[in-house]
């Protein structure tokens, strides 16, 4: 047996390619949701932020600024374990989504305030 065949067995690849592609499936259907859900939240919260009424701005704010401050892994464990405490029940999927669109959400928020303070 060879370091290649030890290391690159193509039948053990060949026989976990079609798990290996849903995955990779699954992995780009989650990050477009995701994606696009923060930016549309992100571009409301920006807009809130820069026009909305005081209490509002501090809000937008503040979820800004926690939502870009906490890992991205502790606010996954949040919505998935701490949410059903609160009576609220999602799916892994549902959870993913939720959790990746609100770090989403805030980082796009930044740029977009960012962006439009920036045009005189």
């Known amino acids: 047996m ?3 065949d030890t290391f690159f067995n193509p039948e053990v690849i060949a026989s ?6 849903r995955g ?6 989650l990050g477009i949701m995701s994606i696009v859900i923060g930016i549309a939240v992100g571009l409301a919260i ?7 009424p ?14 870009r401050a906490l890992p991205v892994l502790v606010v ?3 919505i998935y374990y701490a949410l059903p405490f609160l009576g609220i029940r999602l799916s ?14 805030a980082y796009s928020a930044e740029v977009f305030r960012s962006g439009i303070e920036s045009i005189p």
């Open 76 to 78: 996954l464990i949040l």
């Open 46 to 52: 920006s807009l809130l932020r820069l026009y909305g």
């Open 54 to 67: 005081k209490p509002l701005r501090w809000l937008a704010i503040g979820y800004t600024d926690i939502f």
């Open 24 to 29: 990779f499936l699954n992995t780009l259907l």
């Open 92 to 105: 892994s999927w549902a959870s993913a989504v939720t959790a990746f669109a609100i770090i989403m959400s």
């Open 2 to 4: 060879s370091l290649i």
């Open 16 to 21: 976990s390619l079609p798990a290996l592609l």
